[in-house]
């Protein structure tokens, strides 16, 4: 706890062991540039460039939308002869997008661009060889010198870049309406935030609350949701669980708990929560039917968007027995090979690092910037604690199973199914926690995480 997270990192905490390799003296010239011709400079400096960028995201929702639609502006008044064709899937997290994306990645029809988690989200493109590496943006935006190592690292496969990040979230956090807690005479908790101040606060609610209201909020019509909060919820039942959880060897005795707390979660919640997305969810919050709800922090781009001010109409404290961790949820662009034009792949990476980019993007989006260059006058109280607590060494990270670091994809799509199951029938907590043991120990987990200690 009191090393730096620079020096936990360079003791071998967080990274990829079988993967670690060094970028050696020069950026050496990528697949891409030697496929396109020209120097990288060339293509960035270009601003006369024409043909299309074809971008695939998932960001829809209050916020979400705002922040990417800035950064196509600022790509915009960048190459404003480059036709940019915004491509978005509903859903959130990636998971209505990946289905999308990977086919037209394989049939040879690929988007100049995607949204996809650093990590093992990039691991079945990559596998395919269908990824470019970002060597060259990164070396050309100086990016190493202003990125946390943490970002780094997800970032790279077998020490090539193959994903430029946008945004960083943070994915433990309790959201609560400021209005409710007053009317019902609920204080909220002193740090740390232990899980008997979180179910007293749910028990007192609940006595409390008319017919119709609930202490707790879910939305988990596309599954995700409900793996958030399961996840968040091991992350505070046992740090060491989660390691175990992410490192391929977790058992079921040690799911047991963590099931338990989130069957518990889950008897707070509306009972139709599964007709709900995330951002229907922290609607619910906002119209004062659930006090709290255990989601990232683009829940403050949805409060944002509509017309919530933290402080005054919400409030945050970090989910239970997490307060000195920090759920981490990076978000970047890959770029796929079969592309039209991907020159103009580039052209966007680079681009959204740029300061004046990053500065429009973050904010509504409720993320904070990867890069150190990017002043944090631009967050409100809200993102200036959360870019804090990024970077106080204090903080322990771990990395996000259902936004696509900590696990591989194969262990992501089965736990959807699971948890989303659970959810709606949060009974048998044994043969859960077998049936998510078992998925997870068979499937080959080529990243070794130390989180803990
Ligand atoms: C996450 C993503 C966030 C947010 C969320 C809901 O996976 O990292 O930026 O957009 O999905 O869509």
């Known amino acids: 706890m009191s090393k730096t997270r620079e020096k936990k990192m360079a003791a071998g905490h967080?990274?990829?062991?079988?993967?670690?390799?060094?970028?050696?003296?020069?950026?050496?010239?990528?697949?891409?540039?030697?496929?396109v011709g020209g120097s990288i400079d060339e293509i960035i400096?270009?601003?006369?460039a024409r043909g299309q960028l074809r971008i695939y995201h998932w960001w829809t929702a209050g916020g979400e939308r705002e922040g990417i639609d800035a950064a196509f502006d600022h790509?915009?008044?960048?190459?404003?002869?480059?036709?940019?064709?915004?491509?978005?899937?509903?859903?959130?997290?990636?998971?209505?997008?990946?289905?999308?994306?990977?086919?037209?990645?394989?049939?040879?029809?690929?988007?100049?661009?995607?949204?996809?988690?650093?990590?093992?989200?990039?691991?079945?493109?990559?596998?395919?060889?269908?990824?470019?590496?970002?060597?060259?943006?990164?070396?050309?935006?100086?990016?190493?010198?202003?990125?946390?190592?943490?970002?780094?690292?997800?970032?790279?496969?077998?020490?090539?870049y193959y994903a430029v990040p946008i945004g960083v979230h943070r994915t433990n956090v309790v959201w609560y309406n400021k209005a409710m807690f007053k009317e019902y005479g609920i204080k909220p908790p002193e740090d740390p935030v232990t899980f008997d101040d979180f179910w007293g606060i749910c028990d007192e609610l609940s006595k409390k609350l008319p017919k119709g209201k609930y202490p707790l909020a879910l939305g988990d019509r596309n599954n995700w949701p409900a793996t958030h909060i399961f996840e968040t919820l091991m992350a505070g039942v046992s740090p060491q669980t989660y390691e175990n959880f992410i490192n391929g060897k977790v058992t079921p005795q040690e799911l047991e708990p963590v099931l338990e707390a989130f069957q518990k979660y889950l008897s707070y919640v509306p009972p139709d929560h599964r007709a709900r997305t995330w951002d229907e969810a922290c609607g619910m919050v906002c119209q004062g039917k659930c006090a709290m709800y255990i989601h990232g922090d683009w829940a403050k781009g949805y409060f944002v968007t509509n017309g919530w001010e933290y402080g005054v109409d919400y409030g945050t404290f970090p989910a239970p027995g997490t307060s000195d961790w920090y759920g981490l949820d990076a978000d970047s662009f890959v770029r796929p090979k079969n592309s039209v034009n991907p020159k103009n792949g580039i052209r966007w990476q680079w681009s959204y690092t740029t300061q004046e980019s990053q500065m429009a993007f973050n904010p509504p989006k409720g993320s904070v910037s990867p890069?150190?260059?990017?002043?944090?006058?631009?967050?409100?109280?809200?993102?200036?604690?959360?870019?804090?607590?990024?970077?106080?060494?204090?903080?322990?990270?771990?990395?996000?199973?259902?936004?696509?670091h900590g696990s591989p994809e194969k262990v992501v799509s089965n736990l959807n199914v699971i948890i989303g199951d659970f959810a709606q029938n949060p009974t048998d907590i044994s043969g859960t926690a077998r049936g998510i043991a078992s998925r997870v120990r068979r499937v080959d987990h080529p990243i070794a995480w130390g989180i803990v200690e």
């Open 14 to 35: 967080w990274t990829a062991t079988i993967f670690i390799a060094l970028i050696v003296g020069a950026i050496i010239l990528s697949p891409v540039l030697e496929a």
């Open 45 to 48: 400096e270009d601003h006369k």
């Open 75 to 160: 790509f915009a008044k960048q190459y404003p002869n480059v036709k940019v064709l915004s491509a978005p899937v509903s859903g959130g997290a990636g998971t209505n997008l990946k289905q999308i994306v990977k086919t037209q990645v394989v049939a040879g029809n690929a988007p100049e661009a995607f949204q996809c988690h650093p990590g093992y989200e990039m691991y079945p493109y990559y596998d395919a060889d269908l990824l470019y590496p970002c060597n060259d943006v990164w070396g050309h935006a100086d990016l190493e010198e202003k990125t946390p190592k943490v970002v780094q690292d997800v970032c790279k496969i077998g020490g090539d």
């Open 371 to 404: 890069y150190r260059d990017v002043s944090t006058d631009i967050y409100d109280a809200y993102s200036k604690e959360s870019a804090e607590a990024l970077y106080d060494p204090h903080m322990r990270l771990y990395p996000s199973i259902a936004h696509g």
